[in-house]
């Protein structure tokens, strides 16, 4: 089975940084995603890592590490508009199936 | 809406009721899928489809069937309807070259009473 773990919450303020952490538990793995979802709206895509290391994209990079299972999310300059649900996707299998976190709220502060 | 159609968009039904959510997408792209989403929950597979004439089961495929009509339509259908699948539907789908990547529709909003 696949099974993902991210923190249900977190809180920054604006202007700062902060970082979502994922760790997943798959037979397979072919790449980890993260998607954005505002109350209401349908996830968005954000990045996509396939191989060890930093992808960055704009104020967002996302980081994977396959030997420790291991990925996390990065925003940089934080916007009030941020505010919303970080999900983090394991693609495990070469059929195309892709299995979701729980999510992480973020919510930015003045 | 990132090509993707989803009808209806909101649905009551009753306990037993049977109903099919329909999702097109004008993509052409061959993966298709169908998730659920419960408030403050992430989002759980329930079928997907890798290409015209496939279909694979997800993590809650229970109570529920799919259809993958052509390569632009996957439909989900719930034969019957209960409270516990009161719930948020979408449908995605994603291009096979940019891997990890789908394309959300807005969803459809189901009521089981």
């Known amino acids: ?110 | 809406n990132a090509g993707v159609t989803q009808t209806p968009k909101f649905q009551v039904l009753k306990t037993g009721q049977s109903m099919t959510l329909q999702c097109a997408q004008d993509m052409n792209h061959n993966s298709m899928y169908w998730y659920r989403q419960d408030p403050g929950m992430g989002l759980r597979l329930i079928y997907y489809s890798a290409s015209e004439g496939t279909t694979d089961k997800g993590e809650v495929p229970n109570g529920y069937n799919v259809s993958r009509l052509n390569k632009r339509e996957f439909s989900l259908r719930l034969e019957s309807a209960a409270p516990s699948q009161t719930s948020v539907y979408f449908c995605a789908h994603r291009v096979r070259e940019r891997a990890g990547e789908l394309f959300f529709g807005e969803g459809s909003r189901l009521t089981v009473l």
């Open chain 1, 1 to 110: 089975g696949q099974s993902l773990e991210q923190p249900s919450e977190v809180t920054a303020v604006e202007g700062a940084i902060v970082q979502i952490n994922c760790t997943y538990q798959t037979s397979g793995f072919y790449g980890l995603s993260w998607y954005q979802q505002h109350d209401g709206g349908a996830p968005t895509f954000l990045s996509y890592n396939a191989l060890d290391g930093l992808e960055e994209t704009g104020r967002f990079s996302s980081f994977l590490s396959r030997s420790d299972s291991y990925g996390y999310l990065l925003l940089q300059e934080l916007q009030m508009k941020d505010s919303a649900s970080y999900f983090c996707a394991v693609d495990g299998s070469n059929t195309g199936k892709l299995i979701f976190g729980q999510g992480t709220t973020l919510q930015v502060k003045p």
